[in-house]
């Protein structure tokens, strides 16, 4: 099952957000970002001296998956749990090995192209 991100929704290149940013950039309210926290361990804002939330961009991305799985494909929170859950679990096959040579050489090829 795939977990895809609309790719309309824009997120600034920041490494922290406050809890209002957040509720702009995901269009929730900051209540349901503070449910959220509590249901799912994957958002773990920061918080400041003063008490203060910060999301980092891995969090901003979670709670967008999150609404994703809730609001589109319609999933309980549970079901949204055991989805990220098994999507986690996933391992990534391996990194096929290029060597230096071989990427200089098709940024050459590319080079060529575009003279």
Known sequence: MENQIPPETSRPDKLYFKIGEVTEITELAAYVL???ESEFNIISPKRTESGQRL???????SILKIKYLLYEKKF?????KKNLKNNN?????????TSFEEIKSELLQIRAMLD
């Open 34 to 36: 503070r449910f959220w």
């Open 76 to 80: 309980t929170i549970e079901g949204a």
């Open 55 to 61: 999301y980092r961009k891995v969090d901003v991305e």
């Open 89 to 97: 679990k996933q391992k990534p096959g391996p990194v096929p090995h």
